[in-house]
């Protein structure tokens, strides 16, 4: 089981819009604004597309966006492509006396 | 262009050892931390643990300590992750990741390389 739950699959169409949620504890997502989501091809490497919550790399798509709800992180999608079909998966600082990172389970994105 | 480029795949013995590498280019290569990240078949992510090139400074993700050793070689800008007695169960792709740091806290995983396939089977 991992630390962090997200949905197994979320579906949408072309255009549309679909968010992933995050669901953490008051002991990682919940204390620390370092929640973070990758998207990863079949086959592929993964691939930062949001970190410190809501902050874009260079390179990566204003479709993608994060937010933060207490101890729940989400990843929005808008403006769906068939290209953004992919494995997403968050992961958050989880602290503790030794270091800590821990990630989502994932979450399958089928464009319809 | 900053890139980690990652060793071949390995099929190897249970109780057999085992050290894949992760070079680094096109950047500082001793001032950005090096992170590992396990995914077994078919399953998610898991962060193992980190190194910094420079002086070698090493932390391991609890589920991972004392089962696996990071070290790096700052002198050819590549950090390695090894084992001394392989496991069925160790079967996955590995990968590295330049890690990116707020102030004290692991903060993302910037730059992967590709992954190295390890396979243990009798």
């Given at each position: 089981?991992?630390?962090?739950?997200?949905?197994?699959?979320?579906?949408?169409?072309?255009?549309?819009?679909?968010?992933?949620?995050?669901?953490?504890?008051?002991?990682?997502?919940?204390?620390?604004?370092?929640?973070?989501?990758?998207?990863?091809?079949?086959?592929?490497?993964?691939?930062?597309m949001i970190y410190e919550v809501s902050k874009r790399p260079s390179g990566v798509s204003n479709r993608f966006s994060g937010s933060k709800s207490g101890n729940t992180a989400s990843l929005t999608i808008s403006g769906l492509q068939a290209e953004d079909e992919a494995d997403y998966y968050c992961c958050s600082y989880a602290g503790s006396s030794t270091l800590n990172v821990v990630f989502g389970g994932g979450t399958k994105l089928t464009v319809l | 262009e900053v890139q980690l480029v990652q060793s071949g795949a390995e099929v190897k013995k249970p109780g057999e050892s085992l050290k894949i590498s992760c070079k680094g280019s096109g950047y500082s290569f001793t001032t950005y931390w090096i992170g590992w990240v396990r995914q077994m078949?078919?399953?998610?992510?898991?962060?193992?643990?980190?190194?910094?090139?420079?002086?070698?400074?090493?932390?391991?993700?609890?589920?991972?300590?004392?089962?696996?050793?990071?070290?790096?070689?700052?002198?050819?800008?590549?950090?390695?992750?090894?084992?001394?007695?392989?496991?069925?169960?160790?079967?996955?792709?590995?990968?590295?990741?330049?890690?990116?740091?707020?102030?004290?806290?692991?903060?993302?995983?910037?730059?992967?390389?590709?992954?190295?396939?390890?396979?243990?089977?009798?």
């Open positions: 089981q991992s630390a962090l739950t997200q949905p197994a699959s979320v579906s949408g169409s072309p255009g549309q819009s679909i968010t992933i949620s995050c669901t953490g504890t008051g002991s990682d997502v919940g204390s620390y604004n370092l929640v973070s989501w990758y998207q990863q091809h079949p086959g592929k490497a993964p691939k930062l | 078949p078919g399953k998610g992510l898991e962060w193992m643990g980190v190194i910094y090139p420079d002086d070698s400074d090493t932390r391991y993700s609890p589920s991972f300590q004392g089962q696996v050793t990071i070290s790096v070689d700052k002198s050819i800008s590549t950090a390695y992750l090894q084992w001394s007695s392989l496991k069925a169960s160790d079967t996955a792709i590995y990968y590295c990741a330049r890690q990116l740091w707020l102030g004290a806290y692991p903060a993302a995983l910037e730059i992967w390389g590709q992954g190295t396939m390890v396979t243990v089977s009798s």
